[in-house]
């Protein structure tokens, strides 16, 4: 491509130089030659009406037309005596120095063109020798045997649980092929970073004791066009070799992005082999993919569909209990005088890895400080520092966690209530399971703006104030009565406008404020449990309400 624009560009200069030297001389040979009795009758006769020597010939004007006679034909001295016209002489080489000096500049352009496409032909051959020896090089890929178990972990039960029978099959394919079970041949851990997604499936190997073949997403994103599908074509050919095995792809996103309008040929090429791969895998191979990433809402949906990522499994921020059990591993060797419960009651939005950093943090400091021992002061001296240059932990203040407590109280009572489904909600996170279904009516989507205005309205009835923390709930809401009214038509008129999404939202918000007012003690009461363990489930809220209604 870059060829072709300089060709482009060469060429067009060319013609520059070519059209500007032909109109030039146009110019100058547009006069008719005529013979020296002619010329000679015209000066005798005054009929000149302007006169110049260039060369060898006198050009002039008469009648409206130019003329040219060689100058040493025509009397010159009567020319100046009879003629009114000035007679001027000019540079008879002008027009050949321009057309030298044309022909130069178009000479330079063009020796410049060639060495500069000779410069770029041995930068593709020299890319292609390249290419070759990456081509004939001995791949890196490597498994490697984890002896890392799921006690190793803490704070991932309910993944652990997700991911039993994964490891159950890696023991026992067999068991599962006789029952005519197919396993997923893909599992992707979906969470924020720092959470241990590496660790999990590091954990799954060594569980199962199969070899753990371990590549990152950006790893397979090359300078040249095909390095990355061959890298995904010996990864797996070597895994299935090793088989039963393990491959972990970690921030899949790097390569499993959607393909759009900005085009990537080699990250499209490695994609579409991954999904090649993916897809020839057999039922009994006995390998298994597993990959991570934060990202999800970012991958192709090739990648997403049956048969690829059977099973998503989400890790979470770990709760109270489970910051406890991490703090307790990271402990282990160190000596400390601790109260852990009031340790992993500080670290609210903490990650594992974050707590990891705490820890050692900690540790450090109390080094430094001389002392034998690691306190809860040097937690506390050493917390800012672990957070610096996060972009985004929620650490709350205890008035902020007994605002968040009551806002999700209030989302979670009004779930709930109006039957949307839930399996837990805490100050971090809802769990609200999303809609699974192709028709859903007015009133379960009316129901779940209710939901999302809940909080908002818990807020002004008990704080008698608005906060910013109902910043997602409303858009969501917003976001909801929009499509209800432009996509949906659940309207009076078919399509309506902005009028008709605020009647929504305010018909929604009357009604949420009526009903968190009968429901206020008992909000008050889970945001206390929630305040207690951060966490509730669904059964939690059942019996506080039972108990109150």
Known sequence: MEISKKNRYILGVSALLIASILIFAFLRERSHLIDATTANSLIANSMIEDAKIDGAYLYF????????????????????TVTPVSVKETNPYIADLLTIGFLAILVIYLLRWARKNREIKEQQLSEQIQFANELQRPSDIRPIVSNI?????????????????????????????????????????????????????????GEAGVPFFYQSGASFVQIYVGMGAKRVRELFKRAKAAAPAIVFIDEIDAVGKARGGMR???????????????????????????????????????LLRPGRFDRR??????????????????????????????????????????????????????LKSGKSIIETEDFLAVKDKVLLGKRK?????????????????????????????????????????SVEKEIVSKTE??????????????????????????????KEAQLIARDMVERYGMT????????????????????????????????????KEILRREVVSKEDVKEILHEIF
């Open 61 to 80: 004007k008469s009648g409206g037309s130019h003329y040219r006679v060689p100058k040493d034909a025509v009397d010159l001295k009567k020319l100046y």
């Open 149 to 205: 178990t799921f006690k190793d972990v803490a704070g991932i039960n309910e993944v652990k649980e997700e991911l039993e029978e994964i490891i159950d099959f890696l023991k026992n394919p067999g068991k599962y092929l006789d029952f005519g079970i197919r396993m997923p041949r893909g599992v992707l851990l979906v969470g924020p970073p720092g959470v241990g997604k590496t660790l999990i499936a590091k954990a799954v190997a």
């Open 264 to 302: 990537n040929d080699e990250r499209e090429a490695t994609l579409n082999q991954l999904l090649t791969e993916m897809d020839g895998f057999e039922d009994s191979s006995g390998v298994i993919v597993i990959a991570a990433t934060n990202k999800i809402e970012m991958l192709d949906d090739a």
């Open 313 to 366: 499994v989400y890790v979470s921020l770990p709760n109270k209990e489970e910051r406890k059990s991490i703090l307790k591993i990271y402990l282990a060797n160190k000596p400390h005088s601790l109260d852990l419960d009031e340790i992993s009651q500080m670290t609210v939005g903490f990650s594992g890895a974050a707590l990891s950093s705490l820890v050692n943090e900690a540790a450090i400091y109390a």
């Open 393 to 433: 932990v929620l650490t709350y203040s205890e008035d902020e966690k007994r605002i968040q407590a009551a806002y999700q109280a209030a989302k979670a009572v009004t779930a709930y209530w109006l039957g949307i489904e839930f399996d837990k909600i805490g100050l971090l996170s809802d769990h609200f399971q």
């Open 445 to 474: 989507m009316t129901n779940l703006i209710k939901v999302h205005l809940a909080g908002d309205a818990m807020m002004h009835l008990h704080f008698g104030e608005r906060f910013t923390n109902a910043a997602h709930d409303l």
């Open 492 to 527: 009076e008129r078919l399509f309506g406008g902005v009028n008709e999404e605020e009647k929504i939202l305010a018909e929604a918000r009357s009604d949420i404020e009526s009903f968190i007012a009968r429901a206020e003690s008992g909000i008050i009461r889970l945001s």
